[in-house]
């Protein structure tokens, strides 16, 4: 019997069974749809890590303070990250590019009658070009995926220059807010207002700014801030040093762990910390690169793929299941069709052909409506949550492979105990 009369009776059969073998598909749709949408969301969820941390480059450290107890104690000991820390790591490792700086301080600030409490950032001259980098915030109304430079968010002025923070220069650069709540209006730039005991010239106003995502523009306030020079912040504002929280690019990415680790013995050298009896250094600091994050979240959005994957799995196994009891049963109902084709001739193997092409007929049909109904499904999922899915078109032939692959593997058994059976038998039953 040629494969083409096989596949020809497997329609026939199924055509008798219409709402039958719909019923039985329903199972392979629902479980094509889940792989392609668990996928969708596995990837969604990798591209949001990437996407959180894109502002770390290769070449990044970030270097943060940390106290250490002492043993039998609950007093932390161990010395702050200070800036004179990052100053020496600019100055003797040879392969730092740069350390940006940043330290934060609340303080009132005055000009004429209007007071203002404000939280004061301190930064290197390039650290609010990091800032930009990171894609938090942008100019209002910025068209999307356009190139973003310092200028394009300064509305008035400048930002302030290396040697001004070399120089611990009293200058600073408001945020819109800050800006209007102090001047009223009036062109900020010139003028002088007072932080405490010192003096401040503004020398900068920054544009009108949103948070990039839509999610966080109630909440964040990325037009009330206020800048000023670290080395200026931590002079004036702190009777001790203050701890500080680092960035180091490195110029060679290659190099990033030999960089690491003439960092780390740097700052053990500076801050007294010797190798205990048992190796394992008590650091007062931590260090951190892009590798680090990424292998962190990566593991978690891979382990959240797989449990997805496992979900979609299952829900294809029920289908299966399905296949295998409806297969079952027109076997059965069959038996005496089946009789008659091996008492004229057929082969065993022409029967099992035959039952494999329905329950592949039917698995196929219910793995091409389960690819629309994923499709649908996919845009429903990211709103569902938080925007976090993406769509991978090489899901779509995998899922429809699953799908033919369980018809075969749950059509099998019905299709062999088919052939099996005696036609002698199997007229007598009828």
């Not at 020079?229 to 990033?256: G, Q």
Request: hydrophobic share 45%; net charge negative.
């Amino acid at each position: 019997m040629s494969l083409l009369n096989s596949l020809l009776t497997a329609l026939r059969g199924i055509a008798a069974n219409r709402l039958r073998a719909g019923l039985t598909a329903l199972g392979v749709v629902i479980g094509v749809a889940s792989v392609i949408v668990m996928l969708a969301l596995g990837n969604g969820a990798r591209a949001a890590v990437d996407a959180n941390f894109s502002y770390l480059g290769a070449n990044t450290i970030m270097i943060a303070g940390r106290g250490n107890a002492d043993p039998g104690s609950d007093q932390f000991s161990g010395q702050p990250l200070v800036y004179e820390d990052g100053l020496t790591i600019r100055q003797e490792v040879d392969q730092v590019k740069l350390v940006d700086m940043s330290v934060y301080i609340s303080a009132k600030l005055r000009f004429g009658r209007n007071l203002l409490d404000a939280n004061i950032t301190g930064l290197t001259e390039d650290g609010f070009q990091r800032y930009i980098e990171s894609n938090v915030v942008q100019p209002v109304g910025w068209p999307e995926d356009e190139p973003l430079s310092l200028q394009d968010f300064i509305a008035r002025g400048r930002f302030f220059s290396a040697s001004e923070v070399t120089d611990g220069a009293q200058v600073c650069v408001l945020g819109l807010d800050t800006a209007t709540a102090l001047f009223q209006g009036e062109n900020p730039l010139g003028q002088n207002l007072r932080i405490g005991r010192i003096t401040c010239l503004v020398i900068g106003e920054l544009a009108d700014l949103e948070m990039v995502d839509p999610a966080q523009r109630y909440n964040g306030q990325p037009n009330s801030t206020f800048y000023m020079p670290i080395s200026t912040v931590v002079m004036n504002f702190y009777d001790e040093e203050p701890s500080v929280s680092m960035t180091v690019e490195v110029k060679d990415p290659s190099k990033i762990s030999q960089t690491r680790q003439e960092i780390t013995n740097m700052l053990r050298k500076r801050h007294g910390i010797v190798n205990p009896d048992n190796d394992e250094y008590m650091d007062d600091f931590t260090m951190t690169t892009r590798k680090d994050l990424l292998g962190a979240q990566q593991d978690a959005a891979r382990t959240f793929s797989i449990l997805l994957a496992t979900m979609a799995v299952v829900s294809l196994v029920v289908g299966g299941i399905g296949i295998i009891n409806v297969m079952l049963v027109s076997v059965s109902e069959r038996t005496s069709e089946i009789g008659i084709r091996l008492a004229i001739g057929a082969q065993p193997v022409d029967i099992v052909i035959q039952f494999l092409f329905e329950s592949v007929l039917i698995s196929a049909g219910g793995g091409l409506f389960g690819m629309v109904l994923g499709i649908l499904l996919v845009p429903l999922a990211a709103t569902l949550n938080g925007g976090v899915a993406l769509l991978d078109p090489g899901s779509l032939p995998l899922a429809f492979g699953v799908a033919l692959l369980t018809g075969v593997a749950f059509g099998l058994y019905p299709a062999a105990h088919a052939s099996r059976l005696n036609p002698i038998e199997a007229l007598r039953r009828d």
